[in-house]
């Protein structure tokens, strides 16, 4: 069996990521110093999201660490499970 993975970049409806059983890795990013973790399992909320950055706000990303994706994809392995990974880039 196949796992497919992607990461909260992709921007997915948690319905969609529930109804298709897909394995998201959250990434991190922080809106003037306040750390936040996307949550996969509710829905995106691009709208204060980037109107924060239109008003100005100090907006940082960072990238998935290979750590988390090691440990998210070996499990997975480790159950006799193969894994495929959708990711988005510029």
């Known amino acids: ?11 997915l409806p948690a319905a969609y990521i529930q109804k298709y059983s897909l394995r998201v890795i959250p990434l991190h ?4 110093g306040v750390q936040a973790e ?18 100005g706000a100090d907006v940082k990303t960072s990238l998935i660490s290979t750590g988390d994706f090691e440990a998210a994809f070996r499990k997975v392995m480790e159950d006799g499970e193969d894994v495929l990974y959708f990711s988005l880039s510029k």
């Open 1 to 11: 069996m196949i796992q497919i993975f992607t990461d909260t970049s992709a921007n």
């Open 29 to 32: 990013y922080s809106i003037n």
């Open 38 to 55: 996307q949550d996969p399992t509710i829905d995106f909320d691009g709208k204060t999201y980037y109107d924060a950055m239109r008003n």
